[in-house]
């Protein structure tokens, strides 16, 4: 159809037409990145997309999944996160879109159980055409805080929806 654009600023006037006929019309706010988190039941909610990277005391890596599959439930359900014992560290890989566009990497950050987290690496994931990814260190102050919510921050003002991971 028809796609007539009128800048206004940060702000664009969008006007859909569908074999001349206007289907949709309003406003709608120009970024040049704005993160989205996919979550583990592709709904854009719940549990996040996400792995977990654990690197033990000694060096051996580990990688654990933060949601699985319950089949008697026949649902993917949390995997409570294990922030270890003293001594290993814990990372988070969360899984979205409209990361890597982010201006510098200290524009990138991850609010987690309300703590704020600056991000590792915010950018391509590398293997998947599109696929983007935010790393980052859990800390120690989530132990045992359940269910907690997640978001992506970049270039201070702009934040994705919200997923889930659970902590033990």
Aim: aromatic content about 6%; proline content about 5%; charged content about 15%.
């Amino acid at each position: 159809g028809d796609l007539p654009v009128r800048p206004l600023g940060s702000r664009v006037h969008l006007s859909v037409k569908v074999d001349g006929q206007l289907v949709a019309d309003g406003y709608i706010t120009l970024a040049p990145v704005v993160p989205g988190l996919f979550s583990a039941n592709a709904s854009g909610s719940g549990l996040a997309a996400a792995v977990v990277l654990r690197v033990k005391a000694d060096g051996t890596q580990v990688y654990e999944p933060v949601a699985v599959f319950d089949a008697v439930q026949n649902k993917l359900i949390a995997r409570p996160i294990d922030l270890g014992p003293q001594g290993e560290r814990v990372f988070l890989t969360l899984f979205g879109t409209g990361i890597r566009g982010r201006s510098q990497l200290s524009e990138a950050s991850v609010k987690i159980g309300g703590l704020s987290v600056a991000a590792l690496y915010a950018g391509a994931q590398g293997d998947f055409a599109g696929l983007d990814q935010v790393n980052i260190e859990l800390p120690g102050g989530l132990r045992g805080r359940g269910e907690v919510p997640v978001i992506v921050f970049t270039d201070r003002v702009y934040s994705s929806n919200t997923v889930t991971v659970t902590i033990k």
